[in-house]
């Protein structure tokens, strides 16, 4: 018997599957389901787990773990709510969706932990934060936590945290993916071959990422070693500080928790 049900296998789905099996989960032990079924096909085919609709996944499976996009939640909450198990427990990969919320829509005491994971999962450096709904015990996140810790690390936040998070480590990703592509850019625009600034801006961000989290320092100490009196770099900073470039993250930053606190409803 299946013992977890993955519904919904696009990129976060995908993500925790692989990461799972690199974790020397048991492809047996997993199913998966989406709406369109060469999809799961090519899932099966992919990482040897099982496929299944939805109801039949759920009812095969003691964790069941919610990855669709927000606005395709209500609809499946509803197609499952009458088959989840009464002492299932629900996981939510959702941005924005409230415990209270999926509770609310099975309509009866379930189960919940709300998860924000991100995609670095996808090379077992996610960062994941998980909150409990109100029927969770602390084995039930517990169990959360060590599943979310094949692909990387986790924490425990309260709730009301959640929307924050999604606009720092569930989206942020992609900020810095902007950041990387504007400095290749730039780079081209200096001359570089392509490949060269790709490869010069990837090893950068690696590189100063590992430096940030292997000496733990604070990054104004570390931009200032870099940052000779009257030097190359504090003519960039100057000219970054000029466009307004810290006040336009911390912008985009509120942007992202306020469009999570809309996809909760509330
Ligand atoms: N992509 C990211 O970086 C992150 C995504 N998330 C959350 O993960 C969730 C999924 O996002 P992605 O994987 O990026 O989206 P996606 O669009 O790649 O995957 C969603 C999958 O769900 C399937 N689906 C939709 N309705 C279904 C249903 N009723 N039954 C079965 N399958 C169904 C779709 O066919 C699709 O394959 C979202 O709620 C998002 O907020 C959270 C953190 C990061
Ligand atoms: O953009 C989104 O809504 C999802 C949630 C966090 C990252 N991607």
């Not at 977890?4 to 099996?21: H, N, P, Q, R, Y």
């Not at 090519?42 to 040897?48: C, N, Q, T």
């Not at 919940?112 to 084995?139: K, L, Y």
């Amino acid at each position: 018997m299946s013992r977890l049900a993955i519904l919904g296998a696009g990129v976060m789905g995908e993500t925790l599957l692989a990461g799972l099996l690199r974790a020397d989960w048991d492809a047996a032990d997993i199913v998966v389901t989406d709406r369109r079924p060469e999809r799961c096909t090519e899932l099966v085919e992919r990482y040897g787990v099982s496929a299944a609709d939805n109801a039949s996944a759920v009812g095969e499976a003691s964790t069941v773990v919610v990855v669709v996009k927000p606005q395709d939640l209500g609809d499946l909450l509803a197609e499952i709510g009458p088959v989840v198990a009464e002492d299932a427990l629900l996981v939510s990969l959702c941005a924005g969706v409230t415990t209270a919320s999926i509770e609310q829509q099975i309509g009866r005491p379930v189960a919940v932990v709300r998860v924000m994971p991100n995609t670095p999962a996808q090379v077992d450096e996610g960062m994941a934060a998980i909150s409990g709904g109100a029927h969770a015990s602390s084995e039930q996140l517990a169990h959360v936590h060590s599943l979310l810790s094949a692909t990387g690390r986790v924490v425990t936040v309260p709730e009301k945290y959640q929307d924050a998070v999604t606009a720092i480590s569930g989206s942020g990703p992609a900020y810095l993916f902007y950041v990387v592509e504007s400095m290749i850019e730039g780079g081209v625009q200096l001359g570089l071959p392509r490949d060269v600034s790709t490869e010069l801006v990837v090893q950068t961000m690696f590189g100063s990422a590992h430096l940030l989290r292997e000496t733990g320092r604070h990054p104004t100490e570390l931009r200032e070693m870099v940052t000779s009196p009257g030097g190359t770099t504090a003519a960039a900073v100057r000219t970054l500080e000029n466009h307004g470039v810290r006040a336009a993250f911390m912008a985009a930053i509120e942007s992202a928790r306020d469009r999570s606190r809309l996809l909760s409803g509330g």
